[in-house]
């Protein structure tokens, strides 16, 4: 099956940066959006920014001007890159998916198994 393979969590202190990537593979597919989520202790998943195949993005308010997503499609491989984090950032970070898988021709929707970044002071 398609997986979703997540890397670039780390410890970094607050005002600094780190960059996530996450790369789909393990099927015949095509990419219409992809995604980052996070989950902080004690709360609910919540959307960080998302990305079509076009390029147009969205982002969570809360990291608006800090974090900027994007793609490279001929690896089917999206990045968060996080600058000026804070330690209200930290959380398991989960890579997501929309694919058309072009076997069968129907849409999938797919999540890595999640990142941990910790923002300290």
């Known amino acids: 099956q398609v997986q979703l393979v997540e890397s670039g969590g780390g410890f970094v202190q607050a005002g600094g940066s780190l960059r996530l990537s996450c790369a789909a593979s393990g099927g015949i597919f095509s990419i219409n959006s992809m995604g980052w989520y996070r989950q902080a202790p004690g709360k609910q998943r919540e959307l960080v920014a998302t990305?079509?195949?076009?390029?147009?993005?969205n982002y969570a308010d809360s990291v608006q001007g800090r974090f900027t997503i994007s793609m490279h499609n001929a690896k089917n491989t999206v990045y968060l890159q996080m600058n000026s984090l804070k330690p209200e950032d930290t959380a398991v970070y989960y890579c997501n998916a929309n694919l058309l898988l072009l076997q069968y021709y129907r849409t999938l929707e797919v999540w890595g198994q999640g990142t941990l970044v910790t923002v300290s002071l």
């Open positions: 990305i079509t195949s076009g390029g147009s993005t």
